[in-house]
């Protein structure tokens, strides 16, 4: 008997691959830092999220080893169970202060939280407004949640004003990446509120890209949006925080209700606690970060000026470490993106359905490891190939 099921899989691999959209591994080696080993090569990598260099900081590398003889190393259970750690409760504590809201639960990953928080504030009388740029794990978890999922067009207020206007839903559910994870741009946090405070909404901010890089490292959230008890706030912890995991930061009953209902963080392991303790470092690095945002600032400036006259791709307009230079066509992408590496660069190519059909782009994102010379050799190499 042929296997029908495993034909067509076949077929559609066959299909992504002739459309230059098939996803590889490569594999890594040693640590995250400005040049990578790949493929046993060494490249210099503009890929990571890793925007403060703290993934493999001394600092955190030191407190990874005294928690490790500590705690060991699995949580062993649930946090509902037995599996809340003193680390674990430390650092909730110290992220609620750190971004200015009363409490805060830590979930393994930014996806587990999104697939969690959004089914419970949102169900099938509800009604979640999501920007058509959000983050795969902010879609996952609206339409988990079994409410009216309504989109509206990238950074367009006045259509999200129209449709909230329109709802009938018991509750609404604003959702919004804050810097948004192929684009590099940021929501307009405070306009979102007024929408959300005129319509009675709760307001959801996912803040991936922006936590740790953006003002004084604690984030994308304005003044208002801290003290307002609409606003819930997602930070994912193996970005620029260096480790895993995500934290989400709200008022207490929030934090409460998700005890109760978050089904990604009730039914499963507690990420192991000593990666809670090196999140405590990783705060305490991030509150004291000011030099590495300068630096990383100062790269993002010296790129977007070297990138200024490039004679095609388009540079979006981004000021934060995420540097889409969008090139359109898939194919071209990837040629683009192997003549750099043929240079030793490391510049990630980005294809639908990450991001809308005929807007492949080079991902270029910088971190605070990134020397001066580092970002002129990719500005000479992207003059050379482009
Ligand atoms: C990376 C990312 C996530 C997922 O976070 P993980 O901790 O990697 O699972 C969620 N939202 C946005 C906007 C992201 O960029």
New binding site residues.
């Given amino acids: 008997m042929t296997h029908a099921a495993l034909a067509r899989l076949q077929q559609g691999l066959a299909k992504a691959r002739t459309e230059h959209l098939a996803r590889t591994h490569t594999v890594r080696d040693g640590r995250s830092g400005a040049a990578l080993e790949i493929d046993g090569e060494t490249l210099l990598a503009f890929c990571s ?1 890793d925007y403060l260099g703290l993934a493999a900081d001394p600092a955190l590398v030191a407190a990874a080893h005294a928690a490790l003889e500590v705690c060991g190393v699995g949580a062993g259970a649930a946090h509902l169970v037995s599996g809340q750690h003193r680390y674990h409760h430390e650092f909730e504590t110290a992220f609620a202060r750190f971004v200015g809201k009363p409490a805060a639960l830590l979930f393994s ?4 939280a ?1 697939l969690g928080v959004i089914p419970a504030l949102a169900g099938r009388r509800s009604e979640v407004f999501a920007d058509r740029l959000n ?1 795969a ?2 879609v996952d978890g609206a339409q988990l949640s079994g409410a009216a999922f309504t989109r509206y067009r990238h950074l367009d207020l006045a259509q999200l004003e129209g449709q909230l206007a329109a709802s009938k839903a018991a509750d609404k559910l604003i959702v919004s ?1 804050l810097v948004f ?1 192929m684009d590099g741009d940021i929501a307009p946090v405070d306009a979102l509120l007024d929408l959300a405070e005129r319509h009675d909404a709760w307001l959801y901010l ?1 803040d ?2 922006g936590f740790g890089v953006l003002g004084d490292g604690r984030g994308g959230l304005t003044e208002r949006a801290r003290a307002s008890d609409r606003v819930i706030y997602l930070a ?4 620029a925080a260096g480790v ?3 934290a989400v930061a709200a008022h207490a009953d929030v934090i409460a209700w998700l005890v109760q209902t978050a089904r990604t963080y009730v039914y499963t392991t507690a990420t192991p606690p000593l990666l809670a303790a090196c999140l405590v470092e990783s705060l305490r690095q991030i509150a004291a970060g000011d030099a590495r945002r300068a630096h990383l600032a100062a790269r993002i400036a010296q790129l977007r000026s070297g990138l200024a006259e490039l004679p095609r791709g388009t540079l979006m307009a981004s000021q934060t470490a995420i540097q889409p230079l969008v090139i359109g066509d898939n194919a071209e992408v990837l040629r683009v993106a192997h003549a750099l590496r043929a240079r030793g660069l490391w510049v990630p190519a980005i294809r639908p359905p990450t991001v809308p059909a005929g807007s492949a782009r080079l991902r270029i994102t910088l971190s605070a490891l990134h020397s001066e010379a580092d970002i002129t050799r990719l500005v000479e190499a992207l003059h050379a190939v482009i």
């Avoid at 994912?236 to 970005?239: E, H, S, V």
């Fill in positions: 999220n990953s930014g996806y587990q999104n983050h794990s902010l990446d994870s996912d991936a890209h994912t912890l193996g970005k895993a995991g995500a």
